[in-house]
């Protein structure tokens, strides 16, 4: 029988033919199979090698020849015909939120991290030579480095205590660690995208360039407010808001780093490094940065970062003298976490008009031009993450995330095969380019009556709270209440009205657009026609619009795995042109406008 | 009748002829006659400007035509004639351990401190300029700054208190506190000799370049051990010894600045910075380093510094996030110390052979010549310090600090015109060179017994606990006894083996110095016949040898007042070569020799 190889040294045999879903479940690995193993959704991806059934038709449609012939495949459509190694089963697990665009590109894989261990011989003072020990350990590191106190104090001892070997554990200059002796650990880091609706870290050994694990969860400030908005309010007007909202938001990523530590092993005392972004105003409020400013004009942060600072003085629970850096915001509200999904999709060197929108809670638009990068953010809101709607819920099973026309009415495909309990953030616009299609929608947004609408339309439609609700049985709990329109009309809105004031801004129209970056959770799993079609998106080629992942959690794990990366992306802040939306006559007109259901004009 | 008006404000009338003692005294102030008024001492300096007596014959050979012609004058000999201002009375007081040698020179008065305060208007966002506020604040300062969290975090408040208008201290580019306003106090920062014996701290106002006040008291490290070698003994043996001397230390520090303080009314939190400088083993300690290396061979300290922390890290009570720097040490056991006597004296730019001798508890040399600056240390111990010998004592009153061969045998000087309790470093080494030339004491240092001599010499001669002392009369308690004689013999050998060692070294005969320059608080009493005479120095044209006072005091507050200083000095420290004296065959030959007492040859 042959054998399969996981990557965390499991083995298993399964019979010749066993397809790799079954293998996974056999070895007890939960597997993602979001279209219930039908090849259906695409996305049951796995990187393999070795004796496999050739590619079927089915992965020949959603995978590339390069993703083939990298060794990508469908768990769900390949077979083991002899020994496999199981390389890589990132997007298979964790999957509720999205936690990677895939592997990382090789520039950051072949960096060197600011982040170093460093193993060497410092050579013993002799008569001849009675330089101090600080400056012997210099001259073996290789450079200048800041040594703290708590180090220096104990540095005699620890160089004579292995001879003078030792092993230094070093963020550029700055050492951390000094340990007597080798064969200490490795460095390990972790990356945070610390989204307003949900927070994801990245674990890393940094010498073998591996992540170790992800982890994810909502955002914990979510009780004190669901957008940028009303967590600025709660901050402004509780007393300790400020405080409490800092409290939940490292409460929340040292959970993160619990669940990372937990599953793989590794010491939480032995993570030297935390590099987090997010968009600006998760970024004053995770330093406890008073926003007040930022929420209201002319919209100014307090500062620009990077900010740097230890793990104990804001309370992450990694090594103690650990560094904690949030990487810089780009202006307003368009934060590092814009600047790094720039870095992920290497924005600033597209050649053609190249838009990258982050569809987060807080809408983060890059447009790349000749005349080089203009940014602005939207506040869509956390309507697409299906918050704050009456049925909206994650992309988890029992989430409808896709809905078509097909005959005899509409279809729509379930997460996990499950009956439906709501909608994911693909599913609402799907089911929103639906109804709209069939004419239960008008373009202003309004349900309609059954009287107004004909077979097949009104069977979908019920009396509501206000007004009518879509829904997709008339009994049925799972609607797209009225209420529900209008908020997902307005976040919808922002996002295009943020688009279509950039490209005026810069003077080119969404036809001039030979690239449009779709990133973020949400952005990933979107029907491109639909999302054209309710006019969330302009109408340019369908070809033309690429998915990037959570490219904001790609970039910070980048600027963590290579020093030269870092580099570019601080440069690249202050190089980013803002065009701040709020309160401007251009934005509130395009925004009026853009609130209409339909393709652009 | 004649107005006097000093430094503090206050005025007093006299009548015409009024001694400036007495007026002193009048005006409460207490004054310091160490000869009682007698014209003796030459020491009850003061700086006048105004309608004064000419110069007494007295004060002619007490000061140089220079100092007259600045207005310094012998407070005991020069009378009021008119109105009178009193512009320094820093020799008059706190005189029990040297604090300063006069003013500061001009270089360190008109350059920019490190430290300081910048009354600013920030310029307030607008639309148009959405710069964080970080930035808008750094433009405003005109530079770079790292700007802590702690006032990140409240930056947008403390900018919009006062309508943009705040005042911020720092120092280099360290952004230490930042109020909203202005009419804050002003930028106050404290220098300290840590010496290893005394401790003197010096206060400074840095805008108006004033020194507001001085204290001194002895190392309270002293309990632990009286040199660096017991003190390095007990670090290394005692349970928390290393812990307990640092603790000491700080709160030495802190009680000189509480004095500092309470004499003032400075707030100790408006204090922003602490300027330490000390010999290798003082600076160790005081940061917590572990000095064990330093005390064995290869000697080797853990750090040259600069060391820079903060006040609330290493415990100092002033501005808890205020600079603390010890500056770097040269090498060796030489220390900071002797690098800011040598900025102090600007012994970088010296045209001929030039040696500086700092006589502390560790005898620090500096050679310069015109191959560069060449630096030894010699472990002399506190005995010129009065420390370890049974009758002595600091230079207060009480003290013999004068002793000569006169008319019918010795004749003696006691500080304050009290009956004699002991003998100060001044008066040890003129009562060797006394007891020496009456043939009471042999070249080996034996005393003789009352046989060996004749009168008037065996009228000194008393026995001992071993062998014979010598005595001021017979039945009195004030006497140097033959283990006294023995532990001079060995601070007197060691401080005059290192400076033949150090001739040797760069191949110079003593002849060949062009200076000596004597600094330390026993340096600036000795009577430098005398000390020629028992060949404590090697024997050069008397008007040769200078006084630089506490020249490491003086150099650490140069490089508190003036950023330019202070640079030249952490160059410096690179450039001078260091001798290692311990264990090597020279010094161990050139000490054996210089045990004898009698003059260089
Ligand atoms: S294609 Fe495999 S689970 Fe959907
Ligand atoms: S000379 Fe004036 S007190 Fe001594």
Same mark, same amino acid.
């Given at each position: 029988m042959p054998k399969v190889f996981f990557p965390d040294g499991k083995e298993i045999m399964v019979p010749q033919g066993t397809l790799v879903a079954e293998a996974l479940q056999e070895a007890d690995i939960e597997a993602w199979l979001p279209c219930g193993g039908q090849g %259906?959704? &695409?996305?049951?991806r796995v990187k393999l090698e070795g004796s496999l059934s050739l590619p079927t038709e089915v992965e020949q449609a959603h995978l590339s020849p390069g993703e083939l012939a990298q060794g990508v495949r469908l768990s769900c459509q390949t077979r083991i015909e002899g020994d496999v190694r199981v390389l890589t089963l990132q997007s298979l @697990? &964790?999957?509720?939120?999205? @936690?990677? &665009?895939?592997d990382l590109p090789a520039p950051a894989l072949h960096g060197t991290p600011l982040l170093q261990r460093l193993e060497v011989k410092v050579k013993p003072p002799t008569v001849q030579d009675q330089r101090p020990d600080s400056e012997r350990l210099e001259a073996a590191l290789g450079g200048s480095y800041r040594i703290p106190l708590s180090i220096l104090s104990r540095l005699p001892a620890l160089l004579r205590e292995r001879d003078f070997l030792v092993t230094a554990y070093a963020s550029g200059d700055e050492l951390l660690k000094l340990e007597p002796g080798k064969d200490h650990g490795p460095p390990y880091a972790v990356a945070v995208?610390?989204? @307003?609706t949900t927070m994801v870290a990245y674990l890393w050994d940094l010498e073998k360039k591996r992540c170790l694990g992800t982890a994810a969860a909502g955002n914990p400030q979510a009780v004190c407010g669901d957008d940028v908005i009303s967590r600025m309010v709660y901050a402004g007007d509780k007393e300790d808001g400020l405080f409490r909202l800092q409290a939940l938001a490292v409460a929340g990523i040292n959970g993160l780093v619990e669940e990372l530590t937990a599953g793989t092993?590794?010491?939480?005392?032995?993570? %030297?490094q935390v590099t987090l972004v997010g968009n600006t105003c998760m970024q004053h409020l995770f330093l406890g940065i008073d926003p007040g400013c930022l929420g209201k004009a002319p919209y100014v942060p307090a500062c620009r970062g990077p900010v740097i600072t230890t793990a104990e003085h804001i309370g992450l629970n990694i090594y103690p003298r650990g560094i904690v850096e949030f990487l810089p915001n780009i202006a307003g509200f368009v934060g590092s976490d814009a600047l790094a999904a720039a870095v992920a999709v290497n924005l600033a060197e597209k050649a053609g008009n190249t838009l990258l929108v982050?569809?987060?809670?807080?809408g983060e638009l890059l447009l790349a031009t000749r005349d080089g990068i203009f940014a602005c953010s939207t506040a869509a809101g956390p309507a697409f993450e299906g918050?704050?709607?009456?049925a909206g819920m994650r992309a988890v099973p029992g989430a409808i995330d896709k809905m078509y026309l097909g005959e005899g009415g509409l279809q729509w495909h379930v997460i996990g095969s499950l009956s439906p309990r709501g909608f994911c953030g693909s599913g609402l616009v799907d089911g929103l380019a639906g109804i709209l299609d069939l004419g239960i929608m008008d373009a202003s947004g309004r349900i309609k009556t059954p009287e107004e609408t004909t077979d097949p339309g009104n069977r979908y439609i019920a009396p509501g709270d206000r007004g009518f609700d879509f829904c997709l049985d008339p009994e049925g709990q799972v609607r797209i209440t009225q209420a529900d329109v209008r908020k997902i009309q307005l976040a919808k809105g922002a996002v295009a009205a943020g688009m279509k004031t950039l490209l005026d801004h810069v003077g080119l129209r969404f036809q001039d657009l030979d690239q449009i970056i779709l990133a973020g959770g949400f952005g990933n799993y979107l029907d491109i026609n639909n999302a054209q079609q309710i006019g969330l998106i302009p109408q340019i080629p369908p070809e033309r619009v690429h998915f990037a992942g959570n490219a904001a959690g790609t970039g910070a794990q980048m600027v963590l795995l290579s020093r030269e990366i870092r580099e570019k992306a601080l440069g690249l802040t202050g190089k980013i042109r803002h065009l701040e939306l709020a309160g401007t006559a251009s934005f509130s007109q395009a925004f009026m406008e853009a609130m209409f259901f339909g393709p652009w004009n």
């Amino acid at each position: 029988m042959p054998k399969v190889f996981f990557p965390d040294g499991k083995e298993i045999m399964v019979p010749q033919g066993t397809l790799v879903a079954e293998a996974l479940q056999e070895a007890d690995i939960e597997a993602w199979l979001p279209c219930g193993g039908q090849g %259906y959704c &695409g996305r049951c991806r796995v990187k393999l090698e070795g004796s496999l059934s050739l590619p079927t038709e089915v992965e020949q449609a959603h995978l590339s020849p390069g993703e083939l012939a990298q060794g990508v495949r469908l768990s769900c459509q390949t077979r083991i015909e002899g020994d496999v190694r199981v390389l890589t089963l990132q997007s298979l @697990t &964790g999957a509720q939120i999205l @936690t990677g &665009g895939g592997d990382l590109p090789a520039p950051a894989l072949h960096g060197t991290p600011l982040l170093q261990r460093l193993e060497v011989k410092v050579k013993p003072p002799t008569v001849q030579d009675q330089r101090p020990d600080s400056e012997r350990l210099e001259a073996a590191l290789g450079g200048s480095y800041r040594i703290p106190l708590s180090i220096l104090s104990r540095l005699p001892a620890l160089l004579r205590e292995r001879d003078f070997l030792v092993t230094a554990y070093a963020s550029g200059d700055e050492l951390l660690k000094l340990e007597p002796g080798k064969d200490h650990g490795p460095p390990y880091a972790v990356a945070v995208d610390l989204g @307003t609706t949900t927070m994801v870290a990245y674990l890393w050994d940094l010498e073998k360039k591996r992540c170790l694990g992800t982890a994810a969860a909502g955002n914990p400030q979510a009780v004190c407010g669901d957008d940028v908005i009303s967590r600025m309010v709660y901050a402004g007007d509780k007393e300790d808001g400020l405080f409490r909202l800092q409290a939940l938001a490292v409460a929340g990523i040292n959970g993160l780093v619990e669940e990372l530590t937990a599953g793989t092993g590794v010491p939480a005392r032995e993570i %030297y490094q935390v590099t987090l972004v997010g968009n600006t105003c998760m970024q004053h409020l995770f330093l406890g940065i008073d926003p007040g400013c930022l929420g209201k004009a002319p919209y100014v942060p307090a500062c620009r970062g990077p900010v740097i600072t230890t793990a104990e003085h804001i309370g992450l629970n990694i090594y103690p003298r650990g560094i904690v850096e949030f990487l810089p915001n780009i202006a307003g509200f368009v934060g590092s976490d814009a600047l790094a999904a720039a870095v992920a999709v290497n924005l600033a060197e597209k050649a053609g008009n190249t838009l990258l929108v982050d569809l987060g809670t807080n809408g983060e638009l890059l447009l790349a031009t000749r005349d080089g990068i203009f940014a602005c953010s939207t506040a869509a809101g956390p309507a697409f993450e299906g918050a704050g709607i009456s049925a909206g819920m994650r992309a988890v099973p029992g989430a409808i995330d896709k809905m078509y026309l097909g005959e005899g009415g509409l279809q729509w495909h379930v997460i996990g095969s499950l009956s439906p309990r709501g909608f994911c953030g693909s599913g609402l616009v799907d089911g929103l380019a639906g109804i709209l299609d069939l004419g239960i929608m008008d373009a202003s947004g309004r349900i309609k009556t059954p009287e107004e609408t004909t077979d097949p339309g009104n069977r979908y439609i019920a009396p509501g709270d206000r007004g009518f609700d879509f829904c997709l049985d008339p009994e049925g709990q799972v609607r797209i209440t009225q209420a529900d329109v209008r908020k997902i009309q307005l976040a919808k809105g922002a996002v295009a009205a943020g688009m279509k004031t950039l490209l005026d801004h810069v003077g080119l129209r969404f036809q001039d657009l030979d690239q449009i970056i779709l990133a973020g959770g949400f952005g990933n799993y979107l029907d491109i026609n639909n999302a054209q079609q309710i006019g969330l998106i302009p109408q340019i080629p369908p070809e033309r619009v690429h998915f990037a992942g959570n490219a904001a959690g790609t970039g910070a794990q980048m600027v963590l795995l290579s020093r030269e990366i870092r580099e570019k992306a601080l440069g690249l802040t202050g190089k980013i042109r803002h065009l701040e939306l709020a309160g401007t006559a251009s934005f509130s007109q395009a925004f009026m406008e853009a609130m209409f259901f339909g393709p652009w004009n």
